[in-house]
């Protein structure tokens, strides 16, 4: 069984910085997906940034709102996604999720492409 442990949310001020990580565990497929999604109250949850295995290639997707200001990065060593978050805005204040998948999915930032979810971390963005 996947498990997905989400860590490093806060509250920061606008222009800050923050580093969320993504312990996992449980999984035994050589390519797969892992994505960070958020979803702010009273909208529907949406891809943040998505990472291929190396195996698979180890390409990553961004949304447009963040692309330029977070980075998606695994170790496989320590079975953890990160997500560094630079220049946050107020509008990036939302739970934050990590999430995967296995095999091969045609829209890697798509929620409902994903299976294995995480609690969630909250991310606070005052401006």
């Known amino acids: 069984q996947v498990q997905l442990v989400e860590s490093g949310g806060g509250s920061v001020q606008a222009g800050g910085s923050l580093r969320l990580s993504c312990a996992a565990s449980?999984?035994?497929?050589?390519?797969?997906?892992m994505g960070w999604f958020r979803q702010a109250p009273g909208k529907e949850r949406e891809g943040v940034a998505a990472i291929v295995t190396s195996s698979g290639g180890g390409s990553t997707f961004y949304s447009d709102s963040v692309k330029g200001r977070f980075t998606i990065s695994q170790d496989n060593a320590k079975n953890t996604l990160y997500l560094q978050m630079n220049s946050l805005k107020p509008e990036d204040t939302a739970m934050y999720y990590c999430?995967?998948?296995?095999?091969?999915?045609?829209?890697?930032?798509?929620?409902?492409?994903?299976?294995?979810w995480g609690q969630g971390t909250q991310v606070t963005v005052s401006s």
């Open positions: 999430a995967a998948e296995y095999g091969w999915i045609p829209g890697p930032l798509h929620p409902h492409e994903y299976n294995y």
């Open positions: 449980g999984y035994t497929y050589s390519r797969y997906y």
